[in-house]
């Protein structure tokens, strides 16, 4: 099994700026990809940032706004955002695509953080 423990979230001003993270342990081999969704009240759950490889894909919503960065060393996702604005409201849900010690792949989300904008 491979757990996720996100931290971060909370209620920011418009224009302002939070950073996630996501560390994750366990039986973990390797991993190949780690990333962000969020999903919004009435809304259905949507890619924020991913870094697969050395290129991160970003939504174009929050493209030069947000940064997605690794520390493969410590196996930790994180996600700078930067100039936010309500509608980035959401819950925040981090995600990996692992091999496991045991050599089988899996998709592993994290619990959720709540991200709030409002002046």
């Known amino acids: 099994q491979v757990q996720l423990v996100e931290s971060g979230g909370g209620l920011v001003q418009p224009g302002g700026s939070l950073r996630l993270s996501c560390a994750a342990s366990?039986?973990?081999?390797?991993?190949?990809?780690m990333g962000w969704y969020r999903q919004a009240p009435g809304k259905q759950r949507e890619l924020v940032a991913t870094?697969?490889?050395?290129?991160?894909i970003y939504a174009d919503s929050v493209k030069g706004r947000f940064t997605i960065s690794r520390d493969n060393a410590l196996n930790t996702v994180y996600l700078q955002m930067n100039s936010l604005k309500p509608e980035d409201t959401a819950i925040y849900y981090c995600?990996?695509?692992?091999?496991?010690?045991?050599?089988?792949?899996?998709?592993?989300w994290g619990q959720g953080t709540q991200v709030t904008v409002s002046s």
């Open positions: 870094r697969a490889t050395t290129t991160p």
């Open positions: 366990g039986s973990i081999f390797r991993i190949y990809d």
């Open positions: 995600y990996v695509k692992v091999v496991s010690l045991s050599l089988q792949p899996g998709d592993y």
